[in-house]
């Protein structure tokens, strides 16, 4: 591991910095991801626009597919820097991080040319449509239907917990081809226009009062076969696609709010003083400290091994398990400090304009998005640390004759 830039690296984040002080955009809200409002998403489409002009979108991609052309570790380092200055929500990150890479890899070359320069510039955003009711941690599970019609296949079935399907042109839709072989064998993917006759979206009302994610439900969608992503059948192969880039977009979390947490237990004053000098709160940041700096440190092997050229290991999976259980832990925390203040979570009334409360409500979600906290574990003990595999009973029964409970 090395931790320091190398001339090369150092060059690079001076220019970054240099361009995204000059260019991002002052007093734009903080990127939750969460967009609702057509000012916010206005805004986050002029700024990925600003960034593609730039070579600062994308950067991975080719230049002629309208992207940077440019290293792994260059994309690392302007995320890092890109993290220090405040942008505007980010709705590309699904289609940017997962779909559009699943179609630069399986596509075909009509696809490639059609997609992939209006998704680097922001013209149009993917979701991804993997989830089922049925099955969440076990995709290849899935029971959408899609069934051939000469030219044409024809889709019925529901997907849920589809981030941003409310705003978006594209959905990358993993259908059951075949249910007479066994479940990772029937599958196939395509993607599909979201505002096509037979795509309903229906928002899902979160504890947040946000609505990020949906239910989507399919009723004889018919959709030309052009629009298959990668061979009849090859569907969990693509998917893998999608859940390495998925892991890699979301592995390194957020790591933040330890300082925050330290800064808000010194300003807390409880009868025996600031709440910071209390020996048990201590020890809990102490502790909450010594995971972030492991966060940080388990980044840099994710970037030593991208500026080697390396793909980086199973290691955002630690990162992802860990960021999402230190935020919970840590939201709940201050909530408890700031007393009654804790319960509101208006920014404009809410101590440190609600963060640890945004934080609380998103935690659950983060510990089950891109994989649960079970199901990382699982990787890590079955791929780190080589321990025998989970028990997987139905990986050899034709899909069809595989028990569903009803
Ligand atoms: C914020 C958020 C955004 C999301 N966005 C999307 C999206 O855009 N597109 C999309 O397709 N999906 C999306 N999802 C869905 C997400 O991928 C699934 O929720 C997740 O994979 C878990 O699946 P599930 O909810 O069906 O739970 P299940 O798979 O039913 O799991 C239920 C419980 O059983 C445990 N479990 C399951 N299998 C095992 C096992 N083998 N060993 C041990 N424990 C196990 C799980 O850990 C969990 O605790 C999103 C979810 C969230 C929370």
Redo the contacts with the bound molecule.
């Keep these: 591991m090395d931790f320091n830039d190398s001339p090369e690296e150092g060059a690079y984040r001076a220019k970054a910095r240099a361009w995204l002080q000059a260019n991002a955009p002052k007093g734009a809200r903080a990127a939750t991801g969460a967009i609702a409002d057509p000012d916010d998403m206005a805004a986050a489409k002029a700024w990925q626009r600003r960034k593609a002009e730039a070579g600062y979108a994308c950067i991975t991609w080719p230049k002629e597919w309208g992207g940077g052309g440019g290293a792994a570790w260059e994309s690392m380092i302007f995320g890092q820097e890109e993290a220090r200055v405040e942008t505007p929500g980010n709705p590309f990150q699904?289609g940017l991080g997962m779909c559009v890479p699943t179609i630069m890899t399986a596509g075909n070359e009509a696809d490639k040319a059609r997609f992939v320069g209006p998704a680097a510039r922001g013209e149009e955003i993917w979701?991804?449509?993997?989830?089922?009711?049925?099955?969440?941690?076990?995709?290849a599970a899935a029971r959408t239907r899609a069934v051939r019609d000469g030219d044409d296949w024809v889709i019925n079935g529901q997907?849920?917990?589809?981030?941003?399907?409310h705003y978006s042109d594209y959905g990358l839709l993993?259908a059951r081809t075949d249910p007479d072989v066994p479940k990772h064998k029937g599958l196939t993917m395509f993607w599909i226009d979201m505002r096509a006759p037979g795509v309903e979206v229906r928002p899902i009302h979160q504890m947040s009062g946000a609505s990020?994610?949906n239910e989507v439900y399919f009723t004889d969608l018919r959709i030309k076969d052009s629009q298959r992503v990668g061979a009849v059948g090859d569907g969990w192969r693509v998917s893998l696609v999608t859940l390495m880039n998925e892991r890699l977009a979301i592995g390194g979390g957020p790591g933040g709010g330890h300082r925050t947490m330290l800064k808000l237990a010194q300003d807390i004053a409880t009868l025996a003083g600031p709440a910071a000098k209390d020996a048990g709160l201590r020890e809990k940041i102490a502790d909450w400290f010594v995971q972030a700096e492991g966060l940080k440190y388990t980044r840099y092997r994710t970037q030593t091994a991208l500026s080697r050229g390396q793909t980086p290991g199973p290691e955002s999976s630690i990162g992802k398990v860990v960021s999402a259980s230190l935020m919970q832990d840590m939201a709940n925390a201050a909530l408890e400090l700031e007393d009654q203040y804790g319960i509101i979570s208006d920014p404009a009334h809410a101590p440190l304009a609600g963060a640890f409360q945004t934080a609380l409500m998103?935690a659950?979600?983060?510990?089950?998005?891109?994989?649960?906290?079970?199901?990382l574990?699982?990787i890590i003990a079955e791929r780190v640390l080589g321990m025998p595999p989970?028990v997987?009973v139905d990986k050899t029964v034709p899909f069809k004759d595989v028990p569903t409970g009803r």
Excluded: H, Y
């Excluded at 979701?127 to 995709?139: H, I, M, R, W, Y």
């Excluded at 997907?159 to 399907?165: D, F």
């Excluded at 659950?364 to 079970?374: F, K, L, N």
């Design positions: 699904i979701c991804q449509l993997f989830s089922e009711p049925a099955g969440g941690s076990d995709v997907k849920v917990w589809t981030s941003g399907a993993l990020n994610f998103n659950p979600g983060m510990r089950i998005a891109g994989g649960t906290d079970e199901i574990r699982n989970d997987r």
